[in-house]
């Protein structure tokens, strides 16, 4: 088609030639028609040749990839015709290389094999179109949408900019066809050139063009169909998000109320624990109705987690037995946040105040105690203790139920020569008068017990036990004293008893003692006569 548009101007430019006048003398006004013709042309040039035209873009780099294709086919036909010899030893070489640069250009434009406008006419098929199931879909659906809608602009303002370009080279055509016919024989063969590579221009426009509207009608349509389907989707799961949302904060705004009705009736220890269970059952009721909401077949849940619990049974029982001692512990209640505790694992054993009792484990925190000074001798340190110890590990609570006070214990040894009846009084009323507080706010907490347990009438005044032991008579005096400051209260309590016990003259403390003797010597050799014998002995 193109070589017959070229005979066809040829055959105008001969015809022209023959009949034309070898020079044209132009009067003043064809000339300026000239020069606005002229003008005119540039300005559409200047449209045309500019960098945001992509068609001419794209059609100047397939001109040039195709007279590199010629130029290859050329050089080949040559290199094949031709044989190295003595004559030309140089012209093979350089068709060699020649044709080894033109195919590094040739692969620039290997986008222009072909259909040099495939990239601004056709889309690619639309994949991994979403699903908008869930609240965190809406953004991938709207995302999506955004970027298909982009694809589509982009279409039409390639076919705005391509229609354009067809209405500028039909201007130019016209130009240039009345410019034609005020030019002499050289400048008309330049025009006529013009015009059949305007000619060949629209031809291959043309053909982009009807393929980009079919493209643009088919990917329009698609387009439309995937706006209306995401966005109802969207919109289901937007009003599904909400009601769910307002569901959750009603169950949370409950859990708030119920703790608030609570505070009213239930000291602070039992406030705690029911925190606990209230804060655990709306959190779990809030994670069923997420996945009751968005698991589209809920057998598969109960299928996986079938399998799941199995497997997590054996592997993770620690932790199984650790919810377990939990809900035990909180049912039970037989221990509580601020409960001071003793516990033994492995050879040691720690005394301290629970700070938190979690699904998991128990929070201590170590305190200065009697147990810190005899044994460990450090303190202060977080502890904690898996809750499946409760099942096969003895736990002490000093503080179970209320109780504030605990019995505690001095022993001391006086010698048998002593007067342990003036001892026995004197450790007495020391205890009693540090006990004394502690008596009343024990008294109190132990009635509370007789409710919930069966407790004997119970004395919590001081109680002092004499027995004979080998180096004396042992005196063990036994009194009430804060579960929490028991260590301030023997200390003061030892104290008082020595320096009341020293005043006493009638009253010696008995105690591990070592005699020394003097010999004169320095304790390794002696030498000893007896009569006529002499003999060497140690003396120590």
């Known amino acids: 088609m193109k070589k017959l548009f070229f005979l066809f101007f040829v055959l105008i430019l001969t015809l022209y030639s023959s009949n034309a006048p070898q020079e044209k003398k132009l009067s003043t006004s064809q000339q300026e028609t000239l020069q606005s013709i002229t003008d005119e042309i540039k300005v559409i040039n200047k449209s045309l040749n500019g960098n945001e035209n992509l068609w001419i873009r794209r059609y100047n780099s397939y001109l040039k990839y195709t007279s590199i294709n010629n130029q290859i086919k050329t050089i080949q036909w040559k290199l094949k015709h031709t044989k190295p010899s003595s004559k030309n030893p140089e012209e093979f070489q350089i068709l060699s290389n020649r044709l080894e640069a033109l195919q590094r250009q040739k692969n620039f434009f290997s986008d222009y094999e072909g259909n040099p406008y495939r990239e601004l006419t056709e889309v690619k098929e639309i994949e991994d179109i979403p699903r908008v199931t869930n609240p965190i879909a809406i953004f991938t659906g709207i ?19 391509l229609k354009e370009t067809l209405a500028l080279l039909d201007q130019k055509k016209d130009l240039l066809t009345q410019l034609l016919k005020l030019q002499d024989k050289q400048q008309q063969y330049e025009t006529l050139k013009e015009l059949q590579k305007i000619q060949s221009m ?44 307002i569901l959750c904060l009603v169950v949370f705004f409950i859990a708030l109320a119920i703790k608030m009705a609570l505070r009213k009736y239930l000291d602070h220890e039992r406030l705690y624990i029911a925190n606990k269970i209230i804060n655990f059952s709306y959190i779990t009721l809030i994670i069923l109705i ?129 007067n342990y009846k003036k001892a026995v009084e004197i450790a007495t009323e020391v205890a009693r ?5 502690h008596i009343e706010i024990g008294k109190k907490r132990m009635s509370r017990l007789k409710e919930r347990y069966s407790l004997k009438r119970i004395s919590l005044e001081p109680r002092v036990f004499n027995m004979i032991e080998a180096s004396g008579m042992r005196i063990s005096v036994w009194y009430q004293t ?59």
Do not use: C
């Open 482 to 540: 804060n579960a929490f400051t028991t260590l301030n209260v023997r200390s003061n309590i030892s104290g008082e008893i020595i320096d009341l016990l020293s005043k006493e003259q009638d009253i010696k403390i008995a105690y591990n003692t070592t005699k020394l003797v003097n010999t004169g010597s320095d304790g390794v050799w002696e030498r000893f006569t007896h009569g006529d014998k002499h003999e060497t002995k140690s003396v120590f």
């Open 290 to 418: 997420l996945l009751l909401s968005y698991l589209n077949n809920i057998t598969y849940l109960v299928t996986f987690l079938g399998f799941v619990s199995a497997g997590l049974a054996f592997a993770m029982r620690d932790l199984f037995m650790s919810v377990l001692g939990w809900f035990v512990i909180v049912v039970g209640g037989a221990l509580h946040a601020g409960d001071r505790i003793r516990i033994h694992k492995d050879s040691t054993t720690y005394v301290g105040d629970i700070l938190d009792i979690s699904m998991t484990r128990i929070t201590l925190l170590e305190d200065v105690t009697y147990n810190t000074y005899v044994e460990t001798r450090r303190a202060g340190r977080i502890i904690f203790i898996p809750n499946n110890f409760i099942f096969n590990t003895v736990i002490s609570n000093y503080t179970h139920g209320g109780m504030t006070t605990i019995w505690d214990g001095i022993d001391f040894t006086i010698t048998f020569d002593s």
């Open 143 to 161: 995302n999506f949408l955004k970027q298909i809608k982009a694809q589509e602009k982009t279409l039409q303002t390639n076919q705005k900019t």
């Open 433 to 437: 008068k540090y006990s004394k507080p």
């Open 202 to 245: 629209k031809l291959d426009f043309q053909s982009a063009q009807s393929i980009l509207e079919t493209s643009l009608e088919v990917f329009g349509r698609r387009v439309t169909e995937l706006d209306l389907s995401i966005t109802s989707q969207i919109q289901k799961q937007t009003l599904k998000t909400i009601y769910i949302t």
